[in-house]
């Protein structure tokens, strides 16, 4: 029976691909202003359906996040630099279908910094490793083509932390559409 169970469930899989634009920014009390950033996303997903209206998708994307900020300087003016991480982030989340096509998200996002730029030098002081969340919704279009906002919020600071006085945190939203076979 258990047999008969599992195989049913891996039949009706799904797998797919994305690609999207995000527009993302960064906190931080050392900040005296912050200015909203355009990247890029693109990668893997699967969708794994557990009952007729809640399913399991994780995720596998290539993103980019950064903020172009004001510092405060003390005993001075601010100083502008601009911050680009690029990540490899895994998401993995709960979608709960409220119509056959319409669906909200929402989970965790485990996300691994590939490499880090600060005013367009490489830098080493952007933390290997940010646990993030991330809540949204999708819509399925006919012939496996869907799209999808997200809202993306950093949990753990962005840098490492004996590097900076202040925590810096990742938060934007992403907007995307994608092909489901």
Same mark, same amino acid.
């Given at each position: ?48 359906? @557990?009952?007729?209206?809640? $399913? *399991?998708?994780? /995720?596998?994307?290539? =993103?980019? %996040? ?5 510092? !405060? ?22 979608? @709960?279908?409220?119509?056959? $096509? *319409?669906?909200? /998200?929402?989970?965790? =996002?485990? %996300? ?5 730029? !600060? ?63």
């Amino acid at each position: 029976m258990f047999t008969g169970t599992t195989v049913k469930a891996q039949e009706s899989v799904l797998y797919g691909f994305k690609a999207g634009v995000n527009f993302t920014n960064m906190k931080s009390d050392n900040f005296s202003e912050s200015n909203t950033m355009t990247g890029l996303n693109l990668g893997l997903l699967a969708e794994i359906p @557990l009952t007729n209206r809640f $399913s *399991l998708q994780p /995720e596998v994307l290539y =993103s980019t %996040n950064g903020t172009d900020a004001d510092i !405060i300087q003390y005993g001075g003016g601010p100083i502008s630099r601009e911050y680009v991480l690029e990540y490899i982030k895994v998401p993995v989340l709960a979608k @709960l279908f409220l119509t056959e $096509s *319409l669906s909200l /998200e929402a989970g965790p =996002s485990f %996300n691994f910094l590939v490499n880090g730029k !600060i005013d367009g030098e490489e830098e080493e002081y952007g933390s290997s490793f940010e646990l993030g969340g991330a809540l949204g919704a999708s819509y399925k279009f006919g012939g496996g083509f869907f799209g999808s906002v997200r809202y993306m919020q950093g949990l753990t600071d962005a840098f490492v932390r004996e590097n900076y006085e202040y925590n810096i945190y990742n938060y934007g939203f992403q907007l995307g559409v994608g092909m489901m076979f």
